[in-house]
């Protein structure tokens, strides 16, 4: 079993910065692809960006220039880098995991940002 816990979400004013973490347990993360997605309120959840075991990424066109995703898996570490934000990044920030078949979610982080 997988457990992923993400840090890092806050109040931040429009165009500023935040650097989310997610640390994952157990012997698999660097093995697995890995991804943060978000949800606000009476929305569906959404792909932020991803970052594959091989070191290729993935992201939104909405995030696009502004957010950046690395792992450092000697830490068992995925980070999130985003800059110049915007009212509507404002979600629940979560980690995930894939390995296989397998699909681990963290508990989320709250990311507000105020105009």
């Known amino acids: 079993q997988v457990q992923l816990v993400e840090s890092g979400g806050g109040l931040v004013q429009a165009g500023g910065s935040l650097r989310l973490s997610c640390a994952a347990s157990?012997?698999?993360?660097?093995?697995?692809?890995m991804g943060w997605y978000r949800q606000a309120p009476g929305k569906q959840r959404e792909l932020v960006a991803t970052l594959t075991s091989g070191g290729s990424t993935n992201y939104a066109d909405s995030v696009k220039g502004r957010f950046t995703i690395s792992r450092d898996n000697a830490k068992n570490t995925v980070h999130l880098q985003m800059n110049s934000l915007k009212p509507e990044d404002t979600s629940v920030y979560y980690c995930n995991l894939k390995w296989g078949p397998s699909d681990y979610w963290g508990q989320g982080t709250q990311v507000t940002v105020s105009s």
């Open positions: 157990g012997t698999i993360f660097r093995f697995s692809d």
